[in-house]
């Protein structure tokens, strides 16, 4: 009897403390604490002869109704650009901070998008700065456009998604384009080789984009990067599937090759599950 009563005395103690644990867990935000928040969904960065450009994309979350499946460029005000220019990407993100009504969480991020004049100089800065901010992710996907980022992120027509976001996630989602992280930049710059980040291009109608709209965003070739620094040349589309392939990252390919027997086109489809 007294063993059991010692059992019983043992299991209402841990009873006890798993309550008092369970008081100590943190559960989600309030509604207020939400309403404090802008949730930053792409980072852009430039060169400018000011210094470097830094532009925030947060979606407006107010003027998101329920349902409501409108495109997210910031001309229909569902998707916003903040930018402010400093020497330093620390002191910019300061000054963008500044103007929000909201503190930037940066939590929801998953891209980074440079211009070709930042590229030029030197991303290591951006890359180490991503690295050491505990609110960003290692794994945050790195892209680059063939020009001024910034002006060219903000003017695409979004068609296919709500958001360009959504697009450049569906493209590393789906193996779509070249994947490179933050981590395989720093990977790739310890070991002393070259990285490389796919770039991100802007078709117009001539083009094939859809019709009617004024540029459409796309996959394009991609861009080698040694101590940090873009280098020529830039990478065509197919010698991008190529280093798809030395990376282990083509999982579907169109081609088409002569047929021995007349010489004709024969087209093939490969695909790696």
Not at 197 to 209: D, M, R, T, V
Request: aromatic share 8%; with cysteine; hydrophobic share 40%.
């Amino acid at each position: 009897g007294e063993a059991r009563g010692g059992t019983n005395l043992r299991k209402v103690r841990l009873l006890l403390l798993a309550i008092l644990f369970s008081f100590l867990l943190t559960g989600c935000w309030s509604s207020e604490e939400l309403n404090d928040v802008a949730f930053v969904s792409l980072i852009i960065v430039d060169k400018s002869d000011d210094g470097v450009e830094v532009t925030l994309g947060i979606p407006l979350t107010n003027n998101l109704a329920v349902g409501d499946a409108a495109g997210g460029q910031s001309g229909n005000q569902k998707f916003g650009y903040f930018s402010r220019t400093a020497e330093t990407i620390e002191d910019a993100l300061q000054k963008i901070q500044g103007d929000l009504s909201r503190k930037a969480n940066f939590g929801q991020n998953r891209n980074i998008v440079v211009g070709r004049a930042y590229a030029e100089e030197g991303i290591m800065p951006l890359i180490e700065y991503s690295a050491n901010n505990p609110y960003m992710r290692l794994n945050t996907n790195l892209f680059m456009v063939d020009g001024y980022a910034k002006d060219e992120v903000s003017k695409a027509t979004v068609v296919s998604e709500r958001f360009i976001v959504t697009i450049l996630n569906k493209y590393v989602e789906q193996w779509t384009s070249l994947q490179t992280t933050v981590r395989d930049f720093l990977i790739s710059k310890t070991s002393g080789g070259d990285a490389v980040i796919p770039i991100i291009k802007f078709s117009q109608i001539s083009e094939g984009a859809m019709v009617g709209t004024a540029s459409t965003v796309g996959t394009g070739g991609s861009a080698i990067f040694r101590e940090g620094k873009l280098v020529e040349p830039i990478l065509t589309p197919e010698q991008t599937t190529s280093a798809k392939s030395i990376r282990n990252q083509l999982r579907q390919y169109y081609f088409s090759i002569l047929s021995p027997v007349d010489e004709k086109p024969v087209g093939f489809y490969s695909t790696i599950v």
